[in-house]
Every structure is written in structure tokens, then in C-alpha cells.
């Protein structure tokens, strides 16, 4: 990710903060300069080099100890903003992605948020503490549509249990196959589908982007995008299908 910390107006400019600058496939342009001046963005660079100064000025009456570890804290604290920052871009940038496609949304084409939820414990009437720390954990998976029917958003969920095996492009193929089947079922006229994952291996790996065009053409639906939201960060309408789920357990 392009992100200058001496110049930080270039990062109000999506297409420029998020091109590889090495990489001409990976870049796009903008016809603008960035030469302006943030006084926020300048703020912030300005704060923590005060901190840095600040910490320098008091070496002579701190320990060695001490200065190790307050020299830490500054390094680890101002390295978590800069990344907390790209990634409230990356998450602005994968957002208007999910925009854009809901507003293409019609009666033939889908848009699919899938997300691993957190594992599932049994449950029992008056278990023990030996019940309770020595059972295994359901993965469960939440796939949520969501289509256009008329002027109308509609949504519908489709959840898989598993009792055992690992969270991998192998299940969650699976699951995409599944959820295609029913869909062309309920909605024969489906064309085009659009994806939305979060960017774990299990979704964001070779084995899932190549067999889900396979899968498409095994249901005749033409997989128009695989989008990957950064954490935290797109995964809003599986989280709250969980939570409905399991208040409801």
C-alpha cells in the first residue's frame, strides 16, 4: 500500500494511496495533482513527532530501562496508528465496492457476504465444569444474499453446520456450491453473481477464486466479482445474522 507519511494529502486519493508503486498492473490514475496541504493529516504526523522529541529531550533522566521501553511503546504505538489509518482506507475503498454492486443489483444477479461465524459450543442443562472445558467447538458458516425484487431489497440467509473438519477453500467451496444449487432453485432466473469475503486464506487463495468460476458454470450463473474486505469491515450482515441465530438457540 502507497502511503506517504510526509506527504499525507496523496492518501485522501484512493486511486493513488492504493496503487503499487512499483507495479504498473496494480495502479490506477487520477487526473489531479497532490500537492495540497491537510492541516488533520499534518496534525497528526506533527503529534507524534513531538512524542519522539519529547521521549529524546528526557534521555538524560531516564534509566537505560526505561528508555527501552518508552522508545518501544512509541515505536509500536506510532506503527498501530499509521496501520489503523490504511486500514480505514482499505475498508472506505472495499465499501464503495459493495455500494456500487447493490446499486447494479436487479432480479437476475446476487450478491453473497460469506463469513466463518464463531464456533458454536453445545450446550446442556446444568453442565460441569468438566463438560464445559472439555467439549469441541461446531464450526458454522453464514452465507447472506441479498437481491433486488422490483424497488425492493430482499435478504436471505443459508447457514452450515459441520461437525468436524477444518475451515478451508475445500469447505467453503462446498458451501458456495450448496449456496448456488438452492439459489437457482428458489430463483431460476439467477445470471450474475457478486461475492464478498473477509481476505483469510480460506477465501482469499487460488483453489476458491479459480473453482468458483467452475461452480458457477456447473449451475449457469456467471461469477461477476470476488471482493475481500479488510477485518472488521464488511461483514456487517453475517455478524448480525449470527447474533440473531444464536439468541435464538
Known amino acids: ?6 506527504s499525507p494529502v496523496p492518501d485522501h486519493c484512493r486511486a493513488f494511496a492504493l496503487s503499487d508503486p512499483k507495479d504498473s498492473v496494480y495502479q490506477a490514475r487520477c487526473d489531479h495533482e497532490h500537492s495540497e496541504v491537510c492541516d488533520r493529516c499534518n496534525l497528526l504526523t506533527e503529534t507524534l513527532l ?57 432480479e437476475t444477479s446476487v450478491l453473497l457476504v460469506q463469513d466463518w461465524a464463531m464456533k458454536y459450543l453445545p450446550r446442556k442443562y446444568r453442565e460441569s465444569q468438566i463438560d464445559w472445558f472439555g467439549k469441541r467447538r461446531i464450526p458454522w458458516h453464514v452465507t447472506v444474499a441479498t437481491r433486488r425484487e422490483g424497488e425492493e431489497i430482499k435478504m436471505l440467509t443459508f447457514v452450515h453446520n459441520f461437525q468436524a473438519g477444518s475451515q478451508d477453500s475445500c469447505a467453503v467451496l462446498a458451501v458456495m456450491s450448496d449456496v448456488l444449487r438452492q439459489l437457482k432453485i428458489i430463483f431460476p432466473q439467477l ?20 473453482c468458483s468460476r467452475v461452480i458457477g458454470e456447473q449451475y449457469g450463473v456467471s461469477i461477476k466479482r470476488l471482493n475481500f474486505s479488510d477485518p472488521q469491515g464488511g461483514k456487517g450482515p453475517c455478524n448480525r445474522k449470527a447474533v440473531t441465530i444464536l439468541n435464538c438457540t
Do not use: P
Open 1 to 6: 500500500m502507497h502511503v506517504s507519511q510526509k
Open 50 to 106: 513531538d512524542i519522539e522529541e519529547g521521549l529524546a529531550a528526557q534521555t538524560g533522566n531516564l534509566s537505560f530501562e526505561e528508555r527501552e521501553e518508552l522508545s518501544y511503546r512509541v515505536r509500536k504505538g506510532k506503527t498501530a496508528i499509521w496501520s489503523w489509518k490504511s486500514h480505514l482506507l482499505r475498508s472506505v475503498n472495499q465499501d464503495s465496492a459493495r455500494v456500487e454492486i447493490r446499486e447494479k443489483l436487479d
Open 191 to 210: 445470471q450474475f453473481v457478486y461475492y464478498r469475503q473477509d481476505n483469510t486464506g480460506c477465501y482469499h487463495c487460488g483453489a476458491t477464486i479459480v
